[in-house]
């Protein structure tokens, strides 16, 4: 009974260079959500997904940053031409369902841009 | 813009006692409040919910109450032990996609 799935769990990238974060949800879950966790703070929503859909992005930075839930595989958190902000823990959560269910949490990818 | 506050950062409390973890919310169409504990290096896990048509939860040693004309709720640990300690986050959500995190609690409990 694997829970969410999230790889890699820690990721090293240069200024400049593409970070591609992977997420596979709980079994049976087809509701996909990003956040982001910086140092001292709590998680901050990024984009929520359902299966070749996005649903909400509202916390998505507006550049640089994109997600994808394709019909086969993983979701996808993508951050091109990373910059040393962008250092940070991201977490994948699903759902089997939007409204009003807890959200189970993958481990998270810890991004450290040098 | 911070809608969901967890104005202590730790709480240290001794095996046995109590432990009580306070949030506040401002958004009064937040209508379903989660707590969730956190290890070091894991993501966060779900513990337990609270629908605001109640004011209280229980499950097991943990219990959410909620005061809605407050817009509080607490999370009561009794009797803690020290495989509690974890940080704790308190999420609360209107029905739609996101869940809104406090900064989180860390509690120690002290054997």
Redesign the interface.
Known sequence: NAG?M?NPRHLVRRRGQEARLRCSPMKGHSHV?W?RQLP??????MV?LQKENI??E??MPKERFSAEFPKEGPSILRIQQVVRGDSAAY?C?SSPR???S???????TRLTVT | DQQ?K?NSPSLSVQEGRISILNCDYTNSMF??F?W?KKYP??????LI?I?SIKDKNEDGRFTVFLNKSAKHLSLHIVPSQPGDSAVY?CAA?S??????????TRLTVIP
């Open positions: 969410v999230q959500y956040y001292e703070e709590g998680l901050k929503f929520y649903i909400d509202s916390g977490f959560a939007s409204a009003n807890p959200l189970h949490f993958g481990n998270g | 969901v967890q209508d379903y989660l969730y290096a894991e993501g966060p896990t779900f919910s629908s986050f959500t029905g739609a996609n996101n869940l809104f995190f406090g900064t989180g």
